[in-house]
């Protein structure tokens, strides 16, 4: 298996979630479009419970094979992260074609825009090295951290509050660390195994990230 640290942005880095909708439908989306059959152009509802739920629509069952495994994902404003591996040949490239395209066509619908949403191809880096998937988890998930007062120094491992930024996160649902810590967020969207720590070793992470310096970090982490 094949372990991708996937990535892109808003074009000149505009924001790509401008609310909670916006949050539920690429969310919705990452559900959806995990099939390798084609998926109609047509609109979806969410259960009106969706915010609460956690679960997408249990109408919309998938009648194909998933294409991706999503080990671990988080929504920012202007761009997202996911780390994901292949279930068919080809299955990387056909997921992030069908999201990247069925979103964009949903925000330009929505806002009456046109042209491209993404700043150029999707950025697509192997974790190829046991450094590199050591960390990888936690950045993607401690990202959020950038918007929480006092938190910025997580990026070179320098978090102060790591009780209080744990919380922060758990509160934060745009990303799959609530579903790692077992508080139930968007379970069905992700695949736990390759990780696979207990809740409450895992919850231990955070605090590793309050004392070491940043040349720990791999040189791919320190570029992003």
């Known amino acids: ?73 988080c929504l920012m404003k202007n761009h997202y992260h996911l780390l994901l591996s292949e279930q068919i040949e080809g299955g990387l490239a056909l997921f992030l074609r069908k999201l990247n395209v069925g979103y964009a066509n949903y925000f330009n619908e929505k806002y009456k825009r046109v042209g491209s949403l993404f700043q150029g191809r999707t950025k697509k880096i192997h974790v190829n090295s046991d450094a590199y998937f050591l960390h990888i988890l936690n950045y993607v998930h401690f990202n959020p951290l950038d918007y929480m007062t006092g938190a910025r120094g997580w990026r070179e491992r320098r978090l102060e509050k790591p009780k209080q930024a744990h919380e922060y996160l758990l509160k934060y649902r745009w990303g799959s660390y609530p579903d790692y810590c077992g508080k139930r967020n968007f379970p069905s969207l992700i695949t736990r195994d390759l990780f696979g720590e207990k809740p409450e070793k895992f919850k231990r992470r955070i605090y590793d990230y309050s004392g070491a310096g940043h040349e720990e970090l791999p040189f791919q982490l320190l570029l992003e």
Do not use: A, C, Q
């Open 1 to 73: 298996m094949e372990l991708y640290h996937v990535l892109n942005r808003g074009v000149e880095k505009r924001n790509i979630f401008m609310d909670e909708k916006d949050h539920l439908r690429f969310v919705h989306d990452l559900w959806e479009f995990n099939d390798e059959n084609l998926t109609p152009r047509v609109h979806h509802s969410f259960l009106r419970n969706l915010k609460n739920s956690g679960f997408v629509n249990p109408n919309l069952e998938s009648k194909g094979r998933r294409i991706v495994d999503l080990h671990g994902w």
